[in-house]
């Protein structure tokens, strides 16, 4: 396997878009109130929260999960070839064959709401297609 067509400005990049997707996802203005409804928090005791834990920490980790995600897309995006429908269709399927699958356990193991999983298996579609594209843009 090549690995010498990795961009690491690229892979920044994808990560920092699926950051800044996430915050406006699971903002007020688009899914935060309904997701905040469906994990049971209140504005205040989601506030209460975020001051206890260390959201910079939390944050930091959230954008090293994003990082991996974007350069395992910059190593399998060149195997896939073609241009922007190509990288549109592996972000698709990655996202169907792994994200859906493991999400979906969530709702019928544990206690995930249909609504919860289509807030949260919709910002990784988001967040895979926007990385995917990224990526791609600088092979």
């Not at 989601?46 to 995600?69: E, T």
Request: hydrophobic share 55%; glycine share 10%; no cysteine.
């Amino acid at each position: 396997m090549d690995y010498s067509n990795v961009s690491f400005a690229g892979i920044f990049l994808a990560s920092v878009a699926s950051m800044v997707i996430g915050f406006a996802w699971y903002g007020k203005s688009l899914f935060g109130p309904r997701w905040m409804k469906e994990r049971g928090y209140t504005p205040e005791a989601f506030d209460a929260m975020k001051k206890k834990k260390r959201m910079g920490r939390i944050y930091g980790i959230s954008f090293i999960s994003s990082f991996l995600i974007a350069y395992a897309f910059s190593i399998i995006t060149p195997l896939f070839g073609g241009g922007v429908r190509e990288a549109i269709e592996l972000a698709v399927l990655a996202w169907a064959g792994f994200v859906v699958p493991i999400q979906l356990n969530e709702v019928l193991f544990g206690d995930t709401s249909r609504d919860l999983f289509a807030i949260n298996a919709g910002y990784q579609l988001a967040s895979f297609v926007a990385m995917a594209l990224i990526v791609y843009g600088f092979l």
